[in-house]
């Protein structure tokens, strides 16, 4: 039955409580551990149709009639357009539309950041479409753009109120503290990068009808935000996104190119593409903002955490939001005194975007290392002043669903245990040594979500939803869930997604959702139809329906019966057995969380101040794993993705003008097959017993959460030296390699710099 | 005109000088399972094979191929390697998937047994962005299990 509840809804870090219609959830829990196929590796249902190149992304689709668009964007950080031609653009060959200022919302004649759009072009092919930018004549008034976080911030320009928070009195927990550490930590801009760029197509069937092909993370946030700014009926949009080339984040919405796709087709009367390129991708797509953090702890000479503090200041852009940077030091440990305070600093330069674990990934570099800083001042294991300050409930006396951190502590422990190892391996100017750091995420996802299950007289099972799955491998683990509770082999199910109109409403693909989201909907709407076969078989076997269950493809019955499922299926003719299911509630008044841990191996060229990792060694609590192969894909690219962001990834801006001076794979260098370290990964593998029929939580963000630091310690271990910002470049390891051969001079060891 | 050869099938283009074997495989002929990540040849997304050789389709110019015959995703259709790469969940996102495994099917016909060094060098002209990277060098280190 249907219920309307108050519930909370969490998306990347922020709490909504909202009214939301809920059906019950009526399914226990499985038992934990693996069962016939959740808990078992399963590779991609669509995987040789992704291998093969069969797969049709949005890049690959192509309608009869379809113009290509190009969209001019200022090459200034912030300018004012005095004078505009669109008119030799229009005359242009192959151009069936032009759009400027006025015509679409996000053009505009005043850019505050560079590769804003200002003018858009739609023509046979994707050349002429550029060719004909080039004939629009643009006079440019550059005007002074601000680009200083700290100035932002001292201007009072924000993207947002600062969030404060606070708990205790951060100065009487500073003066009750035998040792203080003081540092100041700074993350990079960095970019998402997807392989395929951000694009879309838009079709409409009629003045009011619109269809959108779009790569994207939530085909309903699209769906409705289109039928929002164009004044539409939401049901008269249909958003299709079958595959999709990676978002991490940066694709949960139209985007400007989808609004001036959709403008360019109405006015062409024609099919519009608006394909990003990868130079406008890396501008003006978004990004994870660069931070700085002012952090302060103190402690009881028994490790005892006393105070934590920390300003922080995000360098936003011109628009998006200000994360949760701050949220590590509020969530993860035990301290009585906390003050908190984030800054979204507003600049002409490109907003920011999601991106796996915003703000907590930064916060977790900083924190993290400021708790190493401590433990070496304190002279404690790293690992054992974590083990003090474990947290048991939640700051605001919330009970956790669940939490098994001390369980992935205890795990690491041989992990850990290799440093002294690790370090005896150091030769010549190569310093070798371990660090470790905790991780902190939400990742329970919430109601509402559904699923539909369709069963037909060949015992094929099609789980019919309109989710989407961006390459998180979605499809395999809805298909384990219904083969799980419809007790059917694995290849015997299918899964459907990926069209707004061809399914039921389905959660967005971030924040770490989708199967704890998903999952219990696909598990409910399998249970349903289970319980239609079995009062089929009751009646056909003259059973009572209670002894009945469904079991490796058949119905057993608890007296010794079995029969195979096809002989219900059989009987169905051109009958099919259709099953619904709805995501039920979350845990009233419960957080819930996901915990993790990671142990890092480098080594450090002393000399070059070359860093190599070496070993990454990941333990997560994320609740029951549906498929643990799948898991271990998205530990180990999170791990390859921090290692970019710790490493060699860094968005660079002139800091005269604001241009992007990284627009290109070339100069914004990721990570490739080389640069891979081992990588071991661990599961608590335990249900979280308050949540959902599945007990299942979200894990594409978690393991990028704590490498960074965890990486940064393992530096100190090899070389005593603090590095505090990221990308550790050359320049930065030998800057700190040389503050801590003054300080060792000064005989000051481990003191804090100034 | 001129004409290609992809996958052991003969194609006149019409395609104007300057255009890239990319452009002509993608929108000529349809074959898009080689993908346009960066299109200026830094990602490896649309590899394809020249004569065997693993090559930018995004910065070959079509007029340049000649008689070299082109191998395309397509045309590796059933190659172990495909499977390898599904059984080792070497793909997350898929969209560098067909650039992946056409270079690492032009290594393993070069080096039939490779080792871990040896792909590390080979394939690090192309970028996974989910990551992928431990399992794509066990997906082409147990390729013909």
């Known amino acids: 039955m249907a219920r309307l509840i108050k519930t909370e809804k969490e998306v990347e870090g922020r709490y909504e409580e909202t009214w939301v219609v809920v059906e019950e959830d009526v399914l226990a829990q499985w038992p934990a551990g693996p069962l016939e196929i959740v808990g078992h590796d399963a590779p991609k249902k669509d995987g040789l149709e992704r291998a093969r190149g069969l797969a049709t992304y949005t890049a690959d689709v192509r309608l009869n009639g379809m113009l ?80 200083d976080p700290e100035e932002a911030v001292a201007r009072e320009e924000l993207v947002e109120e600062p969030r404060r928070y606070e708990r205790g ?82 694709k949960n919405g139209p985007g400007d190119y989808t609004y001036i796709g959709a403008k360019l087709a109405k006015r062409s009367g024609r099919p519009v593409k608006c394909a990003l390129t990868r130079r406008e991708e890396n501008t003006a797509t978004g990004n994870r903002n660069a931070t700085i953090q002012r952090l302060v702890a103190g402690a009881k000479a028994d490790g005892t955490l006393t105070a934590l503090g920390g300003e922080f200041v995000n360098a936003v852009g011109w628009a998006g939001f200000s994360p949760m940077t701050g949220g590590p030091m509020q969530y993860l440990y035990a301290c009585d005194n906390v003050r908190i305070a984030e800054h979204g600093a507003k600049l002409n330069s490109p907003p920011n975007a999601a991106f796996r674990a915003p703000g907590f990934v930064e916060g977790t570099f900083g924190l993290e290392c400021l708790l190493d800083e401590l433990a070496a001042q304190l002279d404690v294991d790293p690992l054992e002043l974590r083990r003090i300050n474990h947290l048991d409930t939640d700051p605001e006396s919330r009970a956790y669903s669940s939490k098994n951190l001390m369980e992935c502590y205890r795990l690491a422990e041989p992990h850990w245990e290799r440093r002294h190892e690790v370090r005896a391996r150091s030769e010549g100017p190569w310093k070798r040594g371990v660090g470790l750091a905790s991780q902190i995420w939400f990742g329970g996802g919430g109601p509402p979500s559904y699923a539909w299950v369709r069963i037909s007289k060949d015992g094929r099972v099609t789980v019919i939803t309109a989710m989407q799955d961006i390459g998180t491998g979605t499809r395999t683990a809805m298909a384990q869930i219904a083969a799980e509770e419809l007790g059917v082999p694995l290849d015997r199910v299918e899964v459907t997604l990926g069209d707004s109109a061809r399914g039921p409403y389905a959660s967005i693909s971030a924040g770490s959702s989708t199967t704890p989201s998903m999952g219990p909907a696909v598990r409910s709407a399998a249970g349903d139809a289970a319980r239609q076969i079995l009062e089929l078989a009751a009646q056909r076997f003259d059973k009572e329906q209670r002894v009945l269950s469904l079991k490796g493809g058949n119905i057993v019955s608890q007296d010794g019966g079995s029969w195979p499922l096809g002989q219900i299926c059989e009987l169905l003719g051109d009958g099919q057995i259709l099953g619904k299911g709805a995501r039920g509630p979350n845990p009233t008044g419960m957080r819930v969380l996901t915990f993790g841990v990671q142990v890092a191996e480098v080594a450090v060229d002393v000399e070059t101040g070359e860093v190599r990792v070496e070993r990454v060694a990941a333990i997560h609590d994320v609740g029951r794993i549906i498929n643990p192969l799948g898991a271990r894909s998205q530990v180990e690219g999170g791990i390859v993705q921090a290692i970019g962001h710790t490493l060699c990834e860094e968005r660079l801006i002139d800091p005269h003008t604001g241009k992007v001076l990284t627009p290109t794979l070339d100069s914004y260098r990721m990570p490739t097959i080389a640069d891979v370290p081992e990588i071991v990964s661990e599961f608590v593998d335990l249900p979280d017993l308050h949540l959902t029929n599945l007990g299942s939580k979200g894990l594409g963000e978690p393991p990028i959460i704590p490498t960074a630091a965890a990486i940064a310690n393992a530096i100190r271990d090899a070389t005593g030296a603090d590095v505090r910002s990221v990308p550790v470049t050359r320049e930065e390891m030998l800057r700190a390699l040389r503050e801590a051969r003054e300080r060792e001079r000064e005989g000051v060891v481990g003191a804090p710099a100034a | 005109m001129p004409e290609l050869v992809v996958n052991g099938q003969r194609h006149e283009t019409s395609a104007p000088v300057g255009a890239t074997l990319l452009e002509v495989l993608r929108g000529e002929l349809g074959l898009t399972g080689t993908k346009i990540a960066c299109g200026e040849g830094h990602c490896g997304a649309c590899t394809v094979m020249l004569d065997g050789a693993p090559t930018l389709s995004c910065i070959t110019l079509v007029h340049t191929v000649g008689a070299r015959e082109v191998t395309t995703i397509e045309g590796l259709r059933d190659h172990p390697l495909v499977h390898s790469f599904v059984r080792a969940d070497a793909l997350q996102c898929g969209f560098c998937t067909p650039g992946q495994i056409v270079s690492a099917a032009a290594l393993v016909q070069a080096i039939p047994e490779p080792t871990s060094e040896d792909i590390r060098h080979h394939m690090a002209g192309n970028i996974c962005r989910c990551g992928a990277y431990p399992r794509i060098e066990e997906a082409v280190l147990t390729w013909r299990d």
């Open chain 1, 68 to 147: 290509h668009a190009a969209v001019l964007r200022s090459p200034y950080a912030r300018a004012r357009v005095k004078g505009l031609d669109l008119e030799p653009a229009r005359s242009a060959p192959g151009v069936h539309a032009v759009v400027g200022p006025g015509d679409v919302h996000v053009l505009t004649d005043e850019p505050s950041y560079p590769g804003q759009p200002v003018a858009a072009v739609a023509a046979d092919t994707s050349w002429q479409a550029r060719e004909a930018l080039k004939l629009i004549e643009v006079e440019w008034e550059e005007l002074e753009p601000l680009l």
């Open chain 1, 169 to 250: 009195d951060l100065e009487r927990g500073l003066a009750e503290a035998d040792v203080v550490v003081e540092a100041e930590y700074r993350t990079a801009t960095v970019l998402h990068n997807s392989m395929e760029t951000h694009q879309s197509i838009c079709r409409w069937l009629d003045d009011d009808k619109l269809e959108v092909w779009i790569s994207t993370q939530y085909i309903w946030g699209v769906r409705d935000a289109l039928a929002r700014q164009l004044g539409l009926n939401p049901d008269d949009v249909r958003v299709v996104c079958e595959f999709m080339g990676g978002g991490f984040g940066s």
